[in-house]
Every structure is written in structure tokens, then in C-alpha cells.
């Protein structure tokens, strides 16, 4: 008997990426594909061999059907508040796509919704599980550049998605900042106090509404992270993960979003401007997974073994808090607050 039974809900693009990542995971099986366009989740099964999966188009009933006890949520944002709370109720453990939910109120019901089952909802944040934003991040604490000031993140790309993106509210801040956020919170080991944002949709634009935002946030350990994004911008595009500038008391550091790290202190004591110096970049151990794969096998490896994954709920939903208090300072025009109770999120 296989350690999980499988049902993943939402078989349109990135399910594609969770099906590649968890064929390798031993003791794992995929019981059930469901969508509201079942032709999408017989178009998954075809693609992928997954002969074994029943095809439907409502999670309720697969769940009862198949005994499952895992749920893989890979469904639209509006979508993934009602597929977690019901795979939760029916006694299933979750792993769902960013952005946890549309609202805070939905999240929070998510949350309470884990708590209340005992399982586990953790959510694919992807980005924290790549070598260089590991290297990164060990190059911040090694505190090299001294202590952490500034944190500068640019997300510039030309997508053209098509789908449910380009008719969607607030499309940057929601379905793509989310990454960009929990990464300045990776990276700064800091938790948001307050924002200052501004959203447009520049001329030319796409998308519906909101390809680009700037944002202004206040972390608590007194750090500044300052985002400047655009998924409708044509020409000499960012990495996804975002091109860094990383500020401390004695240096600067540099990622570039692929695999260019750069670190430069001041050693020098005189002068106008002084004398600089590159320092070594820290060599951490290789991922043994990466991205979608690594975010997966946390999860499943946690849950067996009773550990606490990377990327729970009750974390998570501290960066989510950045989006939608962005996109609330970007409404109003005011900054915002971001308040917590760490025991039980927001
Ligand atoms: N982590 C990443 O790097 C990453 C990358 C791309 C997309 N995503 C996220 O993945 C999610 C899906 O994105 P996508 O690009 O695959 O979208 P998509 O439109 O290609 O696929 C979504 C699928 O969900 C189905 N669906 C919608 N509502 C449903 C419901 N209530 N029940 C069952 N099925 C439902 C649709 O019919 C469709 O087949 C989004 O939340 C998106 O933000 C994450």
C-alpha cells in the first residue's frame, strides 16, 4: 500500500510540472484527476500514462471514491479557497498552488481549516527551493556585507499568458508577486510591519488590469524591501526570480536571478570613497530537489515524519498578507499596516 493516494484537482498548465515532479517520489500514486472540464483531466492522463487515476469533475465525490489522503491543488486562484477546506474536511492533507487565496478572510478560513483537521496545507512556493537563492540567502546571514539595511527586488518580463490571467484584478500583485514577496521574506529572515504600494496599467498593457506595481515595505528587523514589478514590459527582461540588490552596514551584494552572485565590502578607511573589496561567495550543499519537485518532496517527506514543511499555511500566509496589503495600500493610496499573531496567522 502505497504511503499516498492522490487526487490532483485542476489539470491545466502547471499541473503538468507537479505530475513530472512526483513521479519520482516513491510511494506515491495518483487515484484521481479532477476538473471542471474533465477534458482537461483526461487530456493530463493521456499525456502522463496515469491509466490508474479515475477522471471527474467533483472533488467531493472522487474524494469519497478513491480513499484518498493526499489532494493536490492546482486550480485557479478563485478557486483554491473551496478546494482546500473540502479536501481538509474529508481528512486529506494539502498541497496547493500560490497564492493561497484571493482575500485574507478566505485565507484565514484556510487556516483555520487546517488547524481544525490536524492536517497539513502547505502551499508550492517554488522559488525558496533553488541553489543560488539558497547561496544567496547564506551569503545575507553570513552577514559579509554587514547587517542587512536595504533589500531591492525587479521583476521586468513581456508574458503573454492568455487565460484567466489577463481578465484577472490586481493580476501582478496577486498571481506573481506573491513569489517575490516570500522570497524578500526568505532572504531577510523578516516578517512584514507595513507597505506603501502603487499599481497601474501602463498604456500598451495586456492584461485587464494591474501589470505593474511598485512596493515599499517595512520589515521588522528594520530592513526596507523595495519591489518594482511589470509582467508587461518587452525588452531585456529579469530573470522570474528577480534581479537583487541586497544593501548592509559594510557591503553590497548582487543576484541576478540565474546563477550570478556578486559581493563587494568596503575595506578601506579613508577617502571620499573607499577603497572596496569583492568578497567570496559561500558554497552551500547542491539541492537534492529543485523547484516544484523541491517544494513537493518537503511536504511529503514532512508529513510522514511528522516535521513541520517549509512552506505551511501558517507561514505562508505572511507573504500572502503582503499581496493583498499591498494591493489594499494600492487601492487607498494609504500605507498599510500588516499585523500578526504568530500562534494562529492573521
Ligand atoms: N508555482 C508556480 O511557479 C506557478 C506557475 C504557474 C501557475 N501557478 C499557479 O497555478 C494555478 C493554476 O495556474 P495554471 O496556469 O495551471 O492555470 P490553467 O488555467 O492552465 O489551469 C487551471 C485548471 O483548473 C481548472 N479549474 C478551475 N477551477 C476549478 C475548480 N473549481 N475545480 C476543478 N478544476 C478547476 C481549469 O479548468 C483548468 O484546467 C494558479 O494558482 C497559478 O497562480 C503557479
Known amino acids: 500500500m502505497e504511503d499516498y493516494r492522490v487526487v490532483l484537482v485542476g489539470c491545466g498548465g502547471i499541473s503538468r510540472a507537479w505530475v513530472n515532479a512526483a ?5 506515491l500514486k ?6 471542471v472540464n474533465p477534458q482537461q483531466a483526461r487530456q493530463l492522463q493521456t499525456e502522463f500514462h496515469l491509466e ?9 465525490e472522487m474524494l469519497a471514491a478513491t480513499g484518498a489522503n493526499m489532494v493536490f491543488d492546482c486550480t485557479i486562484p478563485k478557486a483554491h479557497a473551496t478546494v482546500t477546506i473540502e479536501a481538509l474536511q474529508r481528512g486529506c492533507h494539502v498541497l496547493g498552488e500560490k497564492p493561497m487565496a484571493e482575500n485574507m478572510t478566505q485565507a484565514n478560513k484556510m487556516l483555520a481549516a487546517a488547524q481544525q483537521s490536524g492536517k497539513t496545507y502547505a502551499v508550492m512556493q517554488n522559488r525558496r527551493y533553488l541553489d543560488p537563492i539558497v547561496r544567496f540567502r547564506e551569503l545575507l546571514r553570513s552577514q559579509a556585507i554587514g547587517v542587512l539595511t536595504t533589500i531591492n527586488a525587479d521583476f521586468y518580463l513581456g508574458a503573454h499568458f492568455g487565460g484567466f490571467r489577463d481578465a484577472m484584478e490586481h493580476v501582478l500583485l496577486l498571481d506573481m508577486a506573491i513569489h517575490s514577496f516570500d522570497q524578500a521574506r526568505y532572504l531577510s529572515g523578516a516578517d512584514p510591519l507595513s507597505v506603501y504600494c502603487h499599481e497601474w496599467n501602463p498604456s500598451g498593457s495586456w492584461y485587464r488590469h494591474g501589470a505593474s506595481a511598485m512596493a515599499i515595505f517595512e520589515m521588522s528587523n528594520g530592513v526596507v524591501f523595495n519591489y518594482r514589478g511589470s509582467w508587461c514590459a518587452e525588452g531585456l527582461n529579469t530573470s522570474w526570480e528577480c534581479a537583487w540588490r541586497a544593501v548592509g552596514e559594510k557591503g553590497t551584494a548582487l543576484w541576478d536571478g540565474h546563477d550570478s552572485i556578486n559581493a563587494e565590502c568596503v575595506v578601506g578607511t579613508e577617502g571620499f570613497i573607499r577603497e572596496q573589496q569583492f568578497a567570496p561567495i559561500p558554497d552551500t550543499p547542491k539541492l537534492a530537489h529543485v523547484g516544484h519537485a523541491g517544494v513537493m518532496y518537503d511536504v511529503l517527506d514532512s508529513v510522514k515524519s511528522g516535521r513541520t514543511p517549509q512552506t505551511i499555511c501558517t507561514d505562508n500566509i505572511k507573504s500572502l498578507a503582503m499581496v493583498h496589503a499591498a494591493i489594499e495600500s494600492a487601492t487607498t493610496g494609504k500605507k498599510m499596516m500588516i499585523e500578526f499573531d504568530n500562534e494562529h496567522g492573521l
Open 23 to 27: 513521479q519520482e517520489y516513491a510511494g
Open 30 to 35: 495518483f487515484v484521481g484527476l479532477v476538473d
Open 52 to 60: 490508474d487515476a479515475s477522471i471527474g469533475a467533483d472533488l467531493g
